[in-house]
């Protein structure tokens, strides 16, 4: 059950992601900021939001790990979305009137809802904000086509590889890590299901991963001990460390 509340302050992490990739202004900032004045806070399993439920609000995670899932007629469970601090939740929806999968904590967190019209004032008064949101939304489907690549070209050990270096890249840009080790806060399983593979299959590869000295997963904790090789199993592209802001209009 989730538990709603004021904002408390602190760093904003969608801001500190916004200017990883260009320089933001003040009102810009602050419109920023708006969209993070409530909180509603999860335990890890919650269940965020149903699918086909309409879409009123967006969120911006500011704590936490939270994923996208549906369920397929096989029974299984397919993991679409991962959703770490800094990004936003649903804009990739906003085109439809109801949601198109389930949305559920892997850790506990904090969301902040806004209700979607908020974006009005983004696009009416910052061409230059806008022209970023929608590179990042851009960027993330970039982030899918790459994983897609990966699932269906790549064997289990490649496939691990490039998730694991996908998300602490990620975290680096939200400001959320800067060495080379972080708490994995999805299951075996969760990771199975969003790379195509059994959870013992993701075991068996862990082991094979750490045998060979290019990560260690103890108590919880990931270490990418050799990321250049990771890297150069699976031609890892960090497509995260910078986007193209040429084009973006002044205003």
């Known amino acids: ?25 003040d009102t810009d900032r602050d419109m920023l900021r708006e969209f993070e004045h409530n909180e509603r806070t999860f335990k890890k399993r919650d ?17 936490g790990w939270f994923y996208g899932h549906s369920l397929l007629p096989s029974g299984k ?8 601090p800094g990004d936003l939740i649903g804009t990739h929806e906003i085109v439809s009137d109801c949601a198109i999968y389930d949305i559920s904590a892997a850790s506990a967190g904090v969301l902040c809802p806004f209700d979607k019209r908020g974006l009005t ?13 929608y590179s990042i939304e851009a960027l993330d489907q970039i982030t899918l086509d790459d994983r897609m690549r990966a699932v269906s070209r790549m064997d289990a050990e490649g496939r ?27 299951s075996q399983e969760l990771i199975g299901d969003a790379l195509g593979l059994t959870g013992i299959h993701v075991n ?18 990931l270490e990418l001990s050799d990321e250049a ?9 960090n497509r995260h460390y910078r986007i193209d802001t040429s084009w973006f209009p002044d205003g």
Not at 77 to 84: A, C, D, I, T
Not at 121 to 133: G, K, N
Not at 229 to 237: P, S
């Open 1 to 25: 059950m989730a538990r709603a509340s004021n904002a408390s302050g602190g760093e904003s992490c969608l801001i500190a992601k916004l200017s990883h990739f260009a320089d933001l202004r």
């Open 47 to 63: 269940i965020v939001r149903r699918e086909d439920e309409d879409i009123v609000v967006l969120f911006v995670v500011k704590k």
């Open 77 to 84: 469970r397919q993991v679409h979305r991962l959703f770490l």
């Open 121 to 133: 004032d983004v696009f009416a008064t910052s061409p230059r904000l806008t022209a970023l949101l």
């Open 160 to 186: 691990v590889a490039f998730f694991f270096l996908q998300i602490a890249n990620r975290l680096r840009v939200a400001g959320e890590l800067s060495g080379n080790s972080f708490r994995m806060e999805l």
């Open 204 to 221: 068996r590869t862990l082991r094979q991963l750490s045998e060979k000295g290019l990560l260690e997963l103890r108590s919880g904790e």
């Open 229 to 237: 090789a990771l890297e150069r199993l699976c031609g890892f592209n």
